[in-house]
């Protein structure tokens, strides 16, 4: 069946360094979206991509969808300490529910 | 608007007891969902629903049931708990259509012991 998978699974770093999660899927997506999980909270909606190539920036977060449309990536710049948290994708396949990856977590320490 | 609400936050059970975790969405929004939560793992869709009196079953559906009566509520239901089901448990809607950015409760913090 569909998978989407993410990597890295942790990732800590100084703040002010940059971070990148990647998200591949085994097949074609119609869209992808990625959320952020604060410790202790639930997810919380960040963007969708649709369009193959798409690049879209949200202030120090670029987000791009790939040409294939079966892979993603979350940049985020200068990381700040409000930045903790996990950041899934979640990749939409016409006929199927959302896939979840599992996440990547990230820790910044000033 | 309250958005989407669970109910209880927390809750310990013993094995084999049951219980309802709430769900209500007051965004008028069609499909609803439920996951489950375990460390690492990601999120997992226990059941969904694309409508009132429509449910249909996720990727981990053994061990609970849904109903829809309403647009408003999803209730999952634990008939028979085992340590397995301790979890955390997310209820979400989105609006229209199923590839539409879902909106989520603050969760159910589920331990069956």
């Known amino acids: 069946g569909q998978q989407v998978m993410q990597i890295p699974q942790y990732q800590h770093v100084q703040e002010g360094e940059d971070f990148t999660t990647y998200c591949n899927s085994s097949?074609?997506?119609?869209?992808i979206q990625w959320y952020k999980q604060r410790p202790g909270g639930h997810p919380v909606f960040l963007i969708q991509?649709?369009?193959?190539?798409e690049v879209k920036k949200q202030k120090r977060l670029t987000f791009q969808f790939g040409e294939a449309k079966k892979n993603s990536s979350l940049h985020i710049t200068a990381t700040q300490t409000t930045d903790v948290g996990t950041y899934f994708c979640?990749?939409?396949?016409?006929?199927?529910?959302?896939?979840f990856g599992k996440g990547t977590t990230l820790s910044v320490s000033s | 608007n309250a958005g989407v609400t669970q109910t209880p936050k927390f809750r310990i059970l013993k094995i084999g007891q049951s219980m309802t975790l709430q769900c209500t969405q007051d965004?008028?929004?069609?499909?609803m969902y439920w996951y489950r939560q375990d460390p690492g793992m990601g999120l997992k869709l226990i059941y969904y629903?694309?409508?009132?009196?429509?449910?249909d079953k996720g990727e981990v559906p053994n061990g609970y049931n849904v109903s829809r009566s309403t647009t408003e509520d999803f209730p999952l239901r634990l008939e028979l708990a085992a340590p397995s089901q301790t979890s955390v448990y997310f209820c979400?809607?989105?609006?229209?259509?199923?590839?539409?950015?879902?909106?989520f409760g603050d969760g159910t913090r589920l331990s069956i012991l």
């Open positions: 991509l649709v369009k193959s190539g």
């Open positions: 097949t074609t997506l119609s869209n």
């Open positions: 979400a809607s989105s609006y229209i259509t199923m590839d539409q950015p879902q909106h």
């Open positions: 629903s694309v409508g009132a009196g429509i449910t």
């Open positions: 965004m008028n929004h069609n499909y």
């Open positions: 979640a990749g939409f396949q016409a006929g199927t529910a959302l896939i």
